[in-house]
Every structure is written in C-alpha cells, then in structure tokens.
C-alpha cells in the first residue's frame, strides 16, 4: 500500500480516538447530553471500511458513528456540533450523537433502534440496482444487531436480489452487557450469511490494513458480479458500552487479552471502565492505531518524530471542533419545525 | 374525463399514471406482482412495468417497509404495499422510526417521498387478528401523513397526491370498499389531500366520518332525512392533519356533533376529533360530542357478533336521534 | 409399523381430506365465511408428525390447522362448528378457522400472522424447559413463513437455551402466489437451520410413514440429548391458497408433476384450481393418501374394502359435524365479553 | 412497614417479593441479568434466582416478548422486561395479536398472566428514537390493561398486582422517575390496580395526570395555591380502564378540566380523557376540557428544545390560569 494511503488510515483513526476522548471529556463537563457510544478499540475498521469505499458509496450506520462520520470526511466542527446539540452540527441539533446525517457524503444516518441498518442499506441498494448504477451501500451493524429480525429478513433479500450491499460487522463480542456467547447460538457470525448464499469472511478488525484490503475486495465483488457481500471484523470496544455503562461485567483478564494484541501498552488505563480524567486522557495511546504505527515505522513509511505531528493535527482540530461547537448558535423551535415540514414543498395547509 | 370505477380499480389507475410518468415509481409489496395483489390494486402493473418495479416481496413486512425508506432517501418513489394492516404492527418500526422521523433527525436532509399503502379495517369475518383498524396509533405518530379516501374519486386523488408528496404517506384503504363503485374524473383538478369534503349540507347536526364510516354517516343522513332531520355530513378524507375549519365551521352552525369511527373506541380515532371539537366549540355546542364508535373487544369470528361490534346505520340514527333530544329540551 | 398405527394414519388422513372438502363446500354455502385455508395434498405432514407425538406434548399451528386439530383428537364437530362461528366450536366461535384452541389437548392454537408460531413455541419450551419436564413442543410453519423475523430470532433463542422443541416447516413451495425461488436465497430450508446450530434435515411430505419416522426420531433426540430439532416436509398443496385465490399463478405442469408423484390420480381435477362441484368433491380421492393405501395393501394391512369402509365413517363423522354445527347455538354479546375478561377473576372493576 | 425508597427499588423489591412467593414468575429481556438491568430494577436477582429465571435475551424484541406470551399460556407468569418502549414498537405483534387477543380468541380457554415493563416517556436528550411514549397505542388495544405508576408506593403495588393478575398489563414506568424517591408501606392493602388518586383536594378545577405528569400537576397546583387557586390533582394510575368515576366526580365539583399528557396531543391519551369527560361532564363544565401535551413533533435532541417539546410546569399553570380566565367573565 501506498505511504500515502497509510498516513490517511493513521490520521483517520488517531483523528478518532481524539476526538471520542475528548467527546468523553465534553460529556462530563455537561457539554453532551444523552446516550453517547464511544468508539475507542475499534478504529481499525472505521478507517479501513469507510477510505476502502468510493465517494458514490453510501454509508449506513448505527449510533456508535462518530468515528464513521469522521473518517468519511465529515469535518469535526459539524461532528462535535452536532453532540452539542448545536444548529452548525450535522443534523442541525435535532439528532445528536446517535442520528447523524451527512446527504452530500452519501452518509445516511445513525440509526438508535437496534436492527435498523439493514432495510434503510437494502433499501438504497435497490434503488442502485434499478437505476444501474455502479455504487455499492456499506451497512455497519454490531455482533448484537445480528439476532434481530431484521437481520435475516434484509440478508435474504439483498441475495435473492442480488443487491449491491456490503455487509459489515464489528464484532466486539457484546451486546452492551451481555457477551456474544449468551446472545448467539452460533458465535462465528460470518457463518450466518451462509443461510442466505452471502459469501462472507472473518477478518482480524484490530489490523487496519487487512480491514482495508477485504473491503476493498468485497467492493470489487460486488461491483464485478453484483449481489451482497459479508464481512465480519473481530474488534473490541475499550470503553464501556455508553458512557452510562461502568462495564463491571467484563473480567479484566479478557481485557488484557485483547491488549496483548497491541504492541505498546499505554491505553491500558482506559480500559479499567472508568470513565477516564483528564491527565489519563493526555496519557491515552495506541493499540490498534499503535499496531500500524509500528508497522510503518518498521518499513520505513513513517517517522516517530510524525507521529507526534499527527497527534499534534488531530489535537488541534478536536479542540477547534469544540471552540467551534461552543461559540455556535442553538437551533430555535422555528428551525425544529423547519426541518419536521421541509419536504412539504409548496403545499399550503389548511389551517391546522 | 369521468368513468365509472370501481375503488380498486381507481387505485390502479393512479399506480399506472404515476408509473407511466416517473421511472422513480416503483411498487412493492408481498404478491402484488405474478399473483396481482390481494385486492388485485397491482393488477396489470407485472406485465407492463417488469419485476424490478413491480416487486413481489417475501413476508417480511418490518425490512421492506424499511427498503421503501432507504430507497426514497436517495430519490425513489416507493409505494409499499401492506398486504393488510394487519401486518402493519411488524413494520411500526420502519414507518415511525424510519419514514416518520428521519427528515426530521437528520435536520431536513432528506426527503421521504414514501406511500404505504393498507387495506384495513373489519372486514367479513376475517377474526380478531385481521380486523384490526390502528388509524389512531398512525394519526399519533409526527411527521406522518393520514389519508382515508371513501370513494373511488378520492383514492384516485389522493393516491396520486400521495405519490407526488415528498412527505411520508400512509394510506388506509377501507377493504370493504374494494368493490364499490363511483364517477371517476381524471383531468378534475383535485382538493388539497387533507381537505374534508362535505357530502351532504344540513342544518340540524354534524355526522363526522372517514373511510367507510362516511358512507354510512351518509345513509343515515338519507334515513334521518325521511323524518325531517337534517344531518350534515363531513367525510375528513384526512386523519393527519385535520382539516378542523371545515369541521368546526360545521359544528359552530349545527350545535350538534356526532363522530363515527371503526376504530375502537377507547383511545380511538373519534377521541382526538372529539375532543378537539368539544375544545373548539365549546361554547355553540348545545349537546355534547358524541361517538359512535367500534366496541372495545376484539373483533368476533361470528358474523352477527362481528356486525354488532362495529357501527351499523342504524346505530348512527339511534345516536343521532338521542344527540337531537336534548335540543328540543333545551328550546323548549 | 404395526397395523393399527397404520389404520390411524389412513383414518386421520381421510378424515382430514373429506373434512376440508366438505367445508369448501359448507364455504360456498355461505355457512363458513372469511379467510379459509384448506389442506388437501398435505395430510400426510399432519397425520405423522402429530401422530408420532405424545399426549403431554404441545402443538402450536398456523391458519391452515384444521387438519392439525383432527389429527389431535379434536372432535369434528368441534372443529367444525368453530368454522360455522357457533358457541359449540373449539373456541366458542370467537376464533374461526385461523384461531381454533384446545387446551385439555394441548392445541395451543392456530395463528393468523405469519411467524407468531415461533416465539409462542418457545415460550411453552422455555416453560418446559424451567419445569424440568419430559415435554416437547411441536411449531408449525410454511416455506414462506421461513422469511419473517421471529424465525431467525426464536430459533437462535431456541438453539442457545436448548429448548424442547420441534421445528416443523410444511414445505408447499408456496407463500401464497410466490414460488419458493422467488421469496428465499437458499430455498433448502432445512439448511437456514444451520445458521442456529440445529440439526436439520428434509423428509418426503407426500409420505407418510416417512413423517412419522423423521418426527419420532426427532422428538426422541430432543427427550434424549434436550434442544430443539427441525423438519422439513416437502409437500404440496392441491387447492390455491385459500378459498380466495384460483390459484392461476401455477403452471399447470408443475401441478402434474406433483400428481406423478400419486400412484392414484383421482385427485386430478381438483388442481385444476377451480372450486370442485359436489360432483367432483364425491369423486376426490387419494394421493399421499393413496399411497399408504397402496402401501397397506401391498403389505397385507388393508383390505380394498376397508377403504370405502373408512371412507364411509369419515364420510358419516364429517356429515354429523356439519348438522351439529348447523342445529349448535350463535354465541350471544354476553359471551364474547366473558370470553374477553375471563381472566379477570374475583377483581371487581370500578364503574367504567 | 413504611420506608423510603427509590421508585427503582421499589419496583426491585415488588419483583423479588413475587420471585420468592411463586417459582412459576420468571424475568426476562436484555440485560435483566448479569449487568444488573439498564435502570437497575432487577438488581441482584440474578444472584439469587439464577439465570433461568433471570434470562438476559439476545436483541429480538418481537420473540422474546411472544417467548413471554407462550409460556403466560402454559401457567407461568413471566415479567418482560423491553429495554425501553422506543422497541416497545418491534414486540407490538406479540403484544397485541397475541397477549391481548389470545384469551378471547380461544374462547376464554387460555389465561394471560403475563406483565410487560416498559422504561418510556421523554428522558434526557436521548433524540427522537428513543423519546417514544406510545400510550395512546397501548390503551387502544382491548385486552390489554395499562399501568403508569407515579410514585414508588404505587411502582410497588401495580408491579405486584400485574404479576398476580392473569390478565396481560402493560406497565409503563418513566425513565426520569426511577430515582425519585417516596415512602413504600411494603404491608397495607393496596387499592385496585387501576383506581385514581386524588393527590390534592381543591375546588377551583382539576388537574389530570399520570405517571410523570401527575407529579407536574402537583408542583402545578401547589404554585396555583400561592396565587389563591385550588386546584384538585387526579393521579390516573391506570390507562387501561380509566377510572372515570373519580374524574367525573371531581369535574362536576371543579366546573373545569384540564389534562396533561407526555404524549404528542394529535391522538395522544389526553384526547380520550378530553373526549370522554367534555362528554360525561357537558351539563357541568363553565370551559372546555384542554389539554397540556407535547408538541406534533418528534423529540428533538437539543436540549432546550426537547424541554420545550413536552408539558413543563410553567405550562401546566399558564393553561390552568387561561382556564379560570372565562369563569371569572361568567361570573361577572
Ligand atoms: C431494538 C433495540 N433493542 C435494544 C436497544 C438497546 N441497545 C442499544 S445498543 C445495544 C447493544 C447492541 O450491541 P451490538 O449490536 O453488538 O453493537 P455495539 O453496541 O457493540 O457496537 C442495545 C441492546 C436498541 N437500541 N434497540
Ligand atoms: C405477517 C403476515 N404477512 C402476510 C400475511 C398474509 N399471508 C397469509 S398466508 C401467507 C403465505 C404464507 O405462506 P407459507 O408460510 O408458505 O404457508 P402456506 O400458506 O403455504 O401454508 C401470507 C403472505 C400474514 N397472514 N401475515
Ligand atoms: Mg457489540
Ligand atoms: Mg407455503
């Protein structure tokens, strides 16, 4: 792969990881109110999903989407904005952390009820496949998500159809509390699109650049012989589920497990579920993000003194997306009605 | 030019104009292709418009009703079929979350040119899971449109209106109505797809109906008529929004107000008409609003119990005529 | 199999045959109305699953269970005075054909929207499962109810927890005018099962000795080693859908090639999709039926007169349901609500 | 014996009492079990009745909430926990084709001692999905009852009389409500599951509210009483029968009626309170019943205008205030 391409993975998922801690931060100050997922742990395939994917792909994704939005260009002023629930954020402050939507970048939304992603993905395929079109619909979903009836009542159609649709997991193993083996009578998740003729894949989704090469497969695939594709990345969330999770319900000797994976170990604070302060925070580090580092450095794409810079890049426009998201106006009850009415066009009602 | 239609056919006349004029139309839905449609409203439409647009569905209600959204977020004009309401509960996700919310949450980025169209209420001993009605748990719900055509003119109208709103759109078919048959003008220029028509003028109270409720507010009228009562008749055509001018400015001039509703009656359609116009003409109301409304049981199999458990005619004139008495009291 | 076993199959396939026949005419009569599901070409599913379960077992049908319910043991004439909506029916003449209950008999009822059968059955396994007790649940389904959403759910609960039940899919290649190819990816049904772990495998519907011995198998691995098992009976249903449907989406050489598989084709112009005369009715006669009777015959069990014999008492039972239901009471207004709150018990409601 | 609790523990300890008394009650929903449920209600049950009658389910709100529906058929009295009624919408079919119509469609055969709990209303900026209330829907379905418990004395009684009720009941807690804290006496007699409370005598009109709303109304009316205006507090309790009796009685003291509602007011709850008491209470009211409801929209997330979206308390006394306004003309 190109030097090129690695610095824009590595930028897209430090630039995440940032700007999810800083998300943390702004929600203990009162700033960000709700449900807010994080997304620290699983920025490998974030990264590479969303840079494998053309600009005339669609995104759709779940309210776990930050790292989504970001990687996918969204710039971080409307992404923040929109967890301030200000008028600059990307749904104008009506969505919030889990329903942002990006029209231009063909980003179709997070969705909060569990299970949504498939029919809004297949949905948008069927349109491409009625107009011919060389596009594909990129639906995130989690290990949890796939028990949901939707899951089979969507998968099934996108094959009988032969829509043009990659379907991704992430993996993480839990479904908020509750650990994929008490959820999935069939733990292997990929085995599942078997029962609809979905080819699909297990990949390591704590290794960006394998994240990055599958999907750029699949895509192939389908842009090649049409019809959906699956692929199921193994990743882990650091944090806990929301910020209203402690995540108690994890042994810690898992949790290192999954830290052995990453060759330096500075994020290991994080992952003792308490929400982070400010300091622990300075202090947080790479994993996966370390993973490629490493990687570049070794083959000579990167130099440490970069890596700092980078750091130093992605830390300066958090913190401008937060300047930006504080000095922005809140949306009025007008601008609300605004938006529930902006598609009646031209036509006037009666007098309601 | 008008013709003589029958409702279904009405309907499939407005499927195929608006096919015929818009590649984006396309019509989905389980066995509305090969098979025709359950109420044959997709008849004819297989043939000529090919399988990709005319798409037969497996019984998976909840994930395309939800495909109808995706797609009519980047442009498409889905008109899905529900087989019957009855299967609408499934797919209450997709249409409240989804079709309902999403130009909203999304601050307005998105239109949702999305009609679902449902055939409903209690039919002919069909029992209690295929009867159901569930017009106020759609009227309930925030950026969703309700329409409830009665005639075969008005689902010409209003399906056609549906299909060119960039609003979401569900359409409550009436399935007893499938089969009636009305005048038919498809150059008229038609009413606003909310506006309430007012079927018969009276002076003596308001008979408020939607869907087959107001063709039966109409044949009381016609009966209360032959003992010189002179009822008016407002058919809403529309459960969101209300068009509450025509109706108040009805009920400011009768005094009297009767809603007739199939749906049940606790938490019913009648009870946000009911109330609203309790509310809006409080003080020219000589009698209180009333309803004659379906009763709260679920619907028998047994046809005579089936028929009691819904409004009859003749419980429209009953209740007309109690509403009545208390006039002459009060002149008196 | 011994003789006797083998007569009851033959009488409850009989009876089930002769029963829907009459009540397709009983339908143009005007004395059933609604949506009614007939069975003939299907008995053989009915009459071995059900027979090869145990009087502790439960049964959990769809809208076309009218067959199911005789097969238990459920009076003609209960069944059919449910289907006249009289007081004397199965369910008092509140359900109909679609909802037809027995308790003492552990017919947990017939469902009207597809899919509902599988969380209900798992529901009762969960109870048997909880209970401890050497129970099991037999769950009716047709191929296109395979696509809805609580299949995929209810089977990966069932699958994770090990719960007694016995997935049964009546495989008629038909969810009401669409053909099996064109409503699911991988039309080998019995396959989907894999993607919950549950052992799975594909019988000959159209015989019935086969379906017996799959189902008794079945019901024995799940008494013996727990969890749940599925069946799918390839069969074929002679009638369009339900009394509504003429049933022109089929090829008429498809029809034959299903009557190839009857030694006996006097069922012949039944398929032809109209609604038999009384005439032709008289003349209807076996196919999955004639072939135990053939079978039987073969082997010594039958006599050729012992079938009009049968035919005679199936004949002369369907005739005594029918008078029975026409001369039962209409229930009254008073009943319904006590059918509605008949589990309220002491509680005193306030004035309502 | 009388102690203060938190509405969270008190529906925790209701749980554990009919756990201890009856093997046959079992709970189950996501996340009930190890992780302790997302509000905390079934805390340390897991512990003590391990995890078959602690079931934590995978994401399938539809077939576990009908797993619960078979098993009420079979003698067990399962309590489902939804995550919150925002999925609430997904185990709609389970719930109303099947919990609710089961014991009537069998003739009365089968008894439905199922209890569903559903976390709900419009919390703390948690966007437009998961702001549902849904409980107009609810209270339109025959079969089924409603509970909506204010306070934790009645979080504790209704939870206990839903699982001993072989009916099916909905009980709808409010998610702002679970840490506020009351005195629960775990031994007096409670009153029926669905009989309203007159929270505060007054005179001057009627305030009516249930679960969070009826705490507004009190806050409403002890604001009210500064200025001189008493007003009386009706908590309803119950949805699903509505104790009209109580309602009726006050409002034919009171003259004057006004409801509030979390629900959006087009079809919402208040329409039928409003419908029915503008009715049962014609002859004796000086002012049209209305209604403090949330706005025809869906919840925003900003937080300003999510507060501004649903009936605060300034609301409630503005309103009551332009209520008494006609009464002081009439008696001019
Ligand atoms: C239908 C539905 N049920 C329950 C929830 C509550 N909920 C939110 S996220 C979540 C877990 C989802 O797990 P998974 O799909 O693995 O995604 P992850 O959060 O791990 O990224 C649950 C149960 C919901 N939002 N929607
Ligand atoms: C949820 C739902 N959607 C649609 C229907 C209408 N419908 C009734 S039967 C049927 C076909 C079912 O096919 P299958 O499961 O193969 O059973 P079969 O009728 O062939 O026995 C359909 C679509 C329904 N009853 N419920
Ligand atoms: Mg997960
Ligand atoms: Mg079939």
Same mark, same amino acid.
């Given at each position: 792969m190109e030097r090129e391409k690695?610095? $824009?993975?590595?930028?897209?998922?430090?630039?995440?990881?940032?700007? *999810?801690? $800083?998300?943390?931060? *702004?929600?203990? &100050?009162?700033?960000?109110?709700?449900?807010?997922?994080?997304?620290?742990?699983? *920025?490998?395939?974030?990264?590479?999903?969303?840079?494998?994917?053309?600009?005339?792909? =669609?995104?759709?994704?779940?309210?776990?989407e930050h790292a989504h939005a970001l990687v996918r260009g969204v710039p971080p002023r409307a992404v923040m904005a929109e967890l301030f629930g200000r008028a600059t954020g990307m749904s104008g402050g009506m969505g919030g952390s889990m329903h942002m939507f990006d029209r231009e970048r063909r980003f179709m939304g997070g969705y909060g009820i569990?299970?949504?992603?498939?029919?809004?993905?297949?949905?948008?395929? =069927?349109?491409? !496949?009625? $107009?011919?079109?060389?596009?594909?619909?990129?639906?995130?979903?989690?290990?949890?998500?796939?028990?949901?009836?939707?899951?089979?009542?969507?998968?099934?159609?996108?094959?009988?159809?032969?829509?043009p649709v990659l379907f991704v997991c992430e993996n993480n193993h839990y479904a908020i509390g509750t650990d994929i083996h008490r959820h999935s009578a069939v733990p292997e998740v990929y085995k599942r699109a078997a029962a609809y003729n979905i080819p699909a894949e297990k990949i390591d989704g704590m290794d960006v650049l394998k994240v990055y090469d599958a999907t750029r497969h699949a895509l192939d695939r389908i842009r090649r012989a049409g019809g959906p594709q699956f692929l199921e990345f193994e990743t882990y969330r650091y944090r806990g589920h929301s910020m209203a999770d402690p995540g108690a319900y994890r042994p810690p000797v898992e949790v290192k497990a999954y830290q052995v994976i990453d060759p330096l170990t500075i994020g290991a604070r994080e992952?003792?579920?308490?929400?982070?302060?400010?300091?622990?925070?300075? !202090?947080?580090?790479?994993?996966?993000?370390?993973?490629?580092? #490493?990687?570049?450095?070794?083959?000579?794409?990167?130099?440490?003194?970069?890596?700092?810079?980078?750091? &130093? #890049?992605v830390e300066a426009a958090v913190e401008d997306a937060v300047q930006f998201s504080l000095a922005s106006p809140q949306p009025t009850m007008a601008d609300a009605w605004q938006h529930l009415n902006s598609n009646r066009r031209h036509e006037q009602l009666l007098q309601a | 030019m008008t013709q003589e239609l029958l409702y279904w056919q009405a309907l499939n006349r407005a499927l195929d104009v608006e096919m015929a004029a818009d590649e984006s139309v396309f019509v989905l839905g389980e066995d509305v292709g090969l098979y025709g449609g359950s109420y044959r409203v997709t008849e004819g439409l297989y043939a000529k418009y090919g399988e990709a647009r005319v798409r037969d569905t497996p019984i998976s209600e909840n994930s395309f009703t939800g495909l109808g959204v995706g797609a009519a977020m980047v442009g498409m004009r889905p008109v899905v079929e529900i087989m019957t309401i009855n299967f609408a509960m499934l797919a209450l996700d997709s249409i409240v979350n989804g079709a309902a919310k999403i130009p909203f949450m999304s601050g307005g980025q998105f239109p949702m040119p999305l009609v679902i169209r449902v055939p409903g209420g209690v039919a002919r001993q069909l029992a209690a899971q295929h009867a159901q009605r569930l017009e106020s748990m759609f009227m309930n719900v925030p950026g969703l449109r309700v329409a409830v055509p009665s005639t075969p003119q008005d689902a010409y109208w209003q399906l056609r209106q549906a299909i060119a709103s960039d609003e979401p759109v569900v359409l409550l078919e009436h399935e007893v109505l499938y089969f009636t048959k009305g005048p038919v003008d498809t150059m008229a220029e038609p009413p606003p797809m909310h506006q309430a028509a007012i079927r018969r003028a009276g002076k003596d109270l308001t008979l408020i109906g939607y869907s087959r409720t107001a063709l039966q507010a109409q044949e009381a009228a016609a009966e209360l008529a032959r003992d010189g009562i002179e009822a008016e008749v407002i058919d809403l055509r529309s459960l969101n929004p209300i068009d509450w001018k025509t109706l108040s400015d009805s009920v400011n001039r009768t005094h009297r107000a009767l809603v007739i509703e199939e749906d049940c009656r606790h938490a019913g359609a009648g009870a946000e008409i009911a109330a609203s116009l309790a509310e809006r003409c409080f003080f020219s109301l000589d009698a209180p609003v009333q309803r004659v409304a379906a009763l709260d049981i679920p619907t028998p199999y047994n046809g005579a119990l089936e028929a009691a458990s819904i409004p009859r005619v003749a419980d429209i004139t009953a209740a007309a005529r109690a509403l009545l008495g208390p006039r002459e009291k009060a002149a008196a």
């Amino acid at each position: 792969m190109e030097r090129e391409k690695m610095h $824009r993975l590595l930028r897209d998922m430090m630039l995440s990881r940032v700007f *999810e801690e $800083r998300a943390a931060e *702004e929600y203990q &100050k009162g700033n960000i109110v709700g449900f807010l997922h994080l997304y620290p742990g699983e *920025e490998a395939v974030a990264a590479g999903v969303i840079n494998a994917a053309g600009p005339s792909d =669609y995104i759709v994704s779940t309210y776990r989407e930050h790292a989504h939005a970001l990687v996918r260009g969204v710039p971080p002023r409307a992404v923040m904005a929109e967890l301030f629930g200000r008028a600059t954020g990307m749904s104008g402050g009506m969505g919030g952390s889990m329903h942002m939507f990006d029209r231009e970048r063909r980003f179709m939304g997070g969705y909060g009820i569990v299970g949504e992603t498939y029919p809004i993905a297949i949905g948008i395929g =069927y349109a491409i !496949a009625l $107009r011919a079109l060389p596009e594909s619909v990129i639906c995130f979903f989690g290990d949890g998500a796939v028990n949901q009836g939707t899951f089979h009542e969507s998968l099934n159609m996108a094959a009988l159809w032969r829509l043009p649709v990659l379907f991704v997991c992430e993996n993480n193993h839990y479904a908020i509390g509750t650990d994929i083996h008490r959820h999935s009578a069939v733990p292997e998740v990929y085995k599942r699109a078997a029962a609809y003729n979905i080819p699909a894949e297990k990949i390591d989704g704590m290794d960006v650049l394998k994240v990055y090469d599958a999907t750029r497969h699949a895509l192939d695939r389908i842009r090649r012989a049409g019809g959906p594709q699956f692929l199921e990345f193994e990743t882990y969330r650091y944090r806990g589920h929301s910020m209203a999770d402690p995540g108690a319900y994890r042994p810690p000797v898992e949790v290192k497990a999954y830290q052995v994976i990453d060759p330096l170990t500075i994020g290991a604070r994080e992952i003792e579920f308490r929400y982070p302060t400010p300091a622990e925070l300075a !202090a947080v580090g790479p994993d996966n993000i370390a993973r490629l580092t #490493e990687h570049m450095i070794s083959v000579g794409h990167l130099e440490e003194e970069e890596v700092a810079q980078i750091r &130093k #890049e992605v830390e300066a426009a958090v913190e401008d997306a937060v300047q930006f998201s504080l000095a922005s106006p809140q949306p009025t009850m007008a601008d609300a009605w605004q938006h529930l009415n902006s598609n009646r066009r031209h036509e006037q009602l009666l007098q309601a | 030019m008008t013709q003589e239609l029958l409702y279904w056919q009405a309907l499939n006349r407005a499927l195929d104009v608006e096919m015929a004029a818009d590649e984006s139309v396309f019509v989905l839905g389980e066995d509305v292709g090969l098979y025709g449609g359950s109420y044959r409203v997709t008849e004819g439409l297989y043939a000529k418009y090919g399988e990709a647009r005319v798409r037969d569905t497996p019984i998976s209600e909840n994930s395309f009703t939800g495909l109808g959204v995706g797609a009519a977020m980047v442009g498409m004009r889905p008109v899905v079929e529900i087989m019957t309401i009855n299967f609408a509960m499934l797919a209450l996700d997709s249409i409240v979350n989804g079709a309902a919310k999403i130009p909203f949450m999304s601050g307005g980025q998105f239109p949702m040119p999305l009609v679902i169209r449902v055939p409903g209420g209690v039919a002919r001993q069909l029992a209690a899971q295929h009867a159901q009605r569930l017009e106020s748990m759609f009227m309930n719900v925030p950026g969703l449109r309700v329409a409830v055509p009665s005639t075969p003119q008005d689902a010409y109208w209003q399906l056609r209106q549906a299909i060119a709103s960039d609003e979401p759109v569900v359409l409550l078919e009436h399935e007893v109505l499938y089969f009636t048959k009305g005048p038919v003008d498809t150059m008229a220029e038609p009413p606003p797809m909310h506006q309430a028509a007012i079927r018969r003028a009276g002076k003596d109270l308001t008979l408020i109906g939607y869907s087959r409720t107001a063709l039966q507010a109409q044949e009381a009228a016609a009966e209360l008529a032959r003992d010189g009562i002179e009822a008016e008749v407002i058919d809403l055509r529309s459960l969101n929004p209300i068009d509450w001018k025509t109706l108040s400015d009805s009920v400011n001039r009768t005094h009297r107000a009767l809603v007739i509703e199939e749906d049940c009656r606790h938490a019913g359609a009648g009870a946000e008409i009911a109330a609203s116009l309790a509310e809006r003409c409080f003080f020219s109301l000589d009698a209180p609003v009333q309803r004659v409304a379906a009763l709260d049981i679920p619907t028998p199999y047994n046809g005579a119990l089936e028929a009691a458990s819904i409004p009859r005619v003749a419980d429209i004139t009953a209740a007309a005529r109690a509403l009545l008495g208390p006039r002459e009291k009060a002149a008196a």
